[in-house]
């Protein structure tokens, strides 16, 4: 008898996480299709069934044509429009690592390749649909067209990163009491170490500190919440641990360059 085991491949598949934010499947006015300088917090997955649009970033133009998919990532600063209408089936993805960070946060450009009409007309059949076959096989589709438009980006061979039990325990502490105010001896006291070592050997694994990682995730979390949903800005304020509203949009306009409320607008226009 012959065993083979890849122990942390299995943690990885088991603790990446691809989340759809949003979806639809619309028709686009120029009226109501257009806007500058966006910076998602997720990507966007797109399906352009009819009409054209057009995405500006810097100075390049890339024209969005009936037949193709595009995968803008999260992180990346473009404006949109359409001259006319565009038709298109969508997805804002998160793409989140073991470590919570996005994997395809900050990509350079913006990916596209042909798509069959006969796999958009099955996604599409599938997202109208309401079966265990439907959410699968749609599952299924976004996930395969995901790995060939990230394959342009040549991050997909790179390892995955792995780390102790130490700072892997540290990590799932943080997201499971996630809070401005956490401390490091806090953490510390509930992985009975010391904050010497916890400090030393998170930030010889990560290159970050533990602030930087806290910080990072909040903010994170925060522009989620910000992007999805329609909780007050007060109470996103108080979940995350920040001792007041106006702290929080100082703390994020210094972060983002914009306040949370001109940050929510833009996302959805």
């Known amino acids: 008898m012959r065993y083979e085991f890849n122990k942390e491949l299995v943690a990885n598949i088991n603790h990446w996480n691809m989340e759809i934010d949003d979806s639809g499947f619309v028709y686009l006015l120029h009226d109501n299709w257009h806007s500058e300088a966006v910076c998602s917090p ?14 500006d970033a810097g100075e390049k133009r890339l024209l969005l044509r009936p037949g193709y998919a595009y995968f803008i ?7 949109y429009s359409c001259a006319d209408y565009l038709e298109k089936l969508y997805f804002h993805l998160r793409l989140v690592k073991p470590d919570g960070y996005d994997l395809a946060h900050s990509l350079g450009f913006v990916a596209q390749c042909p ?17 265990w076959e439907d959410v699968f096989l749609l599952e299924q589709e976004i996930r395969s067209l995901t790995f060939r438009l990230l394959g342009q980006y040549g991050i997909l061979q790179k390892s995955v990163a792995s780390y ?32 010497t070592t916890l400090s030393r050997r998170f930030h010889q694994e990560t290159g970050r ?39 929080f949009s100082r703390r994020f306009r210094q972060r983002y360059g914009e306040p949370p409320s001109q940050y929510r607008r833009r996302l959805r226009i």
């Open 164 to 195: 102790t039990p130490l700072v892997e325990d540290t990590m799932h502490y943080i997201h499971a009491h996630l809070s401005a105010g956490i401390t490091i001896g806090q953490i510390a006291a509930s992985l009975f170490t010391s904050e």
């Open 115 to 131: 798509v069959e009409k006969e796999l958009f007309d099955d996604m599409l059949r599938q997202y109208r649909g309401n079966s």
């Open 42 to 55: 997720y990507s966007r997955l797109y399906l352009v069934s009819d009409g054209e649009g057009q995405i």
């Open 73 to 79: 990532p999260a992180g990346f600063t473009f404006s």
């Open 209 to 247: 500190t533990i602030h930087q990682y806290v910080e990072d995730m909040v903010f994170q979390a925060a522009c989620k919440r910000l992007a999805v949903g329609s909780q007050p800005i007060g109470e996103i304020s108080g979940d995350l641990g920040f001792c007041d509203p106006f702290y």
